[in-house]
Structure formats: C-alpha cells, structure tokens
C-alpha cells in the first residue's frame, strides 16, 4: 500500500530535549516536505526537499532540522524544542519533480506537546 | 481529538442532500488546484485536483469548479453521507514551487 508513515504519533516532551521525528515514504516520490498545523493557521511548511541531500527551507524553519540521506525518508530534527513548537505535524511526498503542480500525499500526523 | 476544526467555518447539511464548499485563492498567476479532506486523527487526503485549463472536472460524488475570474474554487458533494464529514480546504499551486492551502472548512453532516 502506498504510503507515508511518520513515528511517533504523540509525543509528550519538556524544553530543550532534542526530538526527531521520523518520516518515511514507499512510493519512490523525489519531493518531500514538512508542515505544521495549528487552529486557524492550516498548514505552513516548515523545511522542503526536492531530492536527496537537496533541502530548503519553507515558510516557518526556524528551530527545526532536516535531512535527507536516502530518497525513501525525511527526519524532521529538533534541537532544542521550545512551547511554542507544540503543534501537529505532517509529512508529505509527491511524484516527479516535486513541482507545485503535483498532489502532495501526507502522512497521518505526529501531535507534539513540549512542556 | 484534533483541534484542526477550532475557528473554521462550519457547513451543517442534511444527510443526502448536496454540499457546495467554497474557496477563494489568491494569487492569479496559479494554474493547479486540490481540494483535500480530512477526518480527525488523519492527515489530509486528496480527492480531487484541477489544472487552470478547466473550468469543471469531475470526480465519484464530487465535482470541482474553478472561475479564475473572480479566484473562487468550490467543491460539491452530491448526496451527502455521514463519511463525508470532515475538514475541507483547498490548495493553489503553479505559480511557485509550493503549494498554498487554505484554512478549511468544517462539514458536518447532520443524520
């Protein structure tokens, strides 16, 4: 089956505990990205790759990390994770150049709350 | 549960009847169009996209609109189920190398 999986689902941490979240996709996309949800926000990108070891930064990368080593994953890192950092996170993967003109398929989310 | 729904507007339809969810984008320069759906505790998932060289496309159930003169997207769902409630927003794309989405709105589908 087709799919974008991120681990953990839920995380519960405290200020200053670094954290990855992992994210892997079976579909052979070249694109990659991260988004943060909030309540009235919807979704704003964090961190972009258009291929391996290609990435850039989105709207919203300050405070986070990214990598991306193998074609199939795209760990989203945070160093030093602050409150304002608790929101819901997706990852999400297209086919072919990764072009805004592709539909992004994302994965089911990863809730963090940092204390 | 999520907290995606908080501040959104909100469609309350009927079971069976039909459901027209609207967006407005923004930049007129963008010539692709997704409509995404998505249920708490999932991540969004696509139903159904349109290129700016349509003004109509149609899915099972679902049918996309797309007026560039006035940058206005809509969605309807015919028949409305109760599986159909969820969040909806949009997303504009081709004009950048991003894809914009929009707030969403919330469907409620009332049995």
């Known amino acids: 089956e087709a799919q974008v999986t991120q681990n953990p689902r839920y995380l519960i941490t405290v200020t200053g505990k670094k954290l990855t979240v992992t994210c892997s996709q079976n579909m052979n996309h070249e694109y990659m990205s991260w988004y943060r949800q909030d309540p009235g926000l919807g979704l704003r990108q964090i961190y972009y790759s258009m291929n391996v070891e290609v990435t850039d930064k989105g709207d919203v990368p300050e405070g986070y990390k990214v990598s991306r080593k193998e074609k199939r994953n795209f760990p989203l890192i945070l160093e030093s994770p602050s409150p304002n950092q608790t929101s819901l996170y997706f990852c999400a993967s297209s086919d072919r150049t990764g072009r805004s003109n592709q539909p992004q398929h994302f994965g089911d989310g990863t809730r963090l709350s940092i204390l | 549960g999520e907290s995606v729904g908080l501040h959104l507007p909100t469609l309350s339809v009927q079971e069976g009847d039909n459901s027209i969810i609207n967006c407005a984008y923004s930049?007129?320069?963008?010539?692709?169009f997704i409509w995404y759906k998505q249920e708490s505790g999932k991540g969004p998932q696509f139903i159904i996209d349109i290129r700016s060289n349509m003004d109509k496309r149609q899915g099972q159930r679902v049918t996309v609109l797309l007026n560039k003169t006035v940058k206005h997207l809509s969605l309807q769902i015919a028949a409305t189920q109760p599986g159909d409630s969820a969040v909806y927003f949009c997303a504009e794309g081709g004009a950048t190398n991003k894809l914009i989405f929009g707030t969403g709105t919330l469907l409620a589908v009332q049995p």
């Open positions: 930049n007129s320069a963008s010539d692709y």
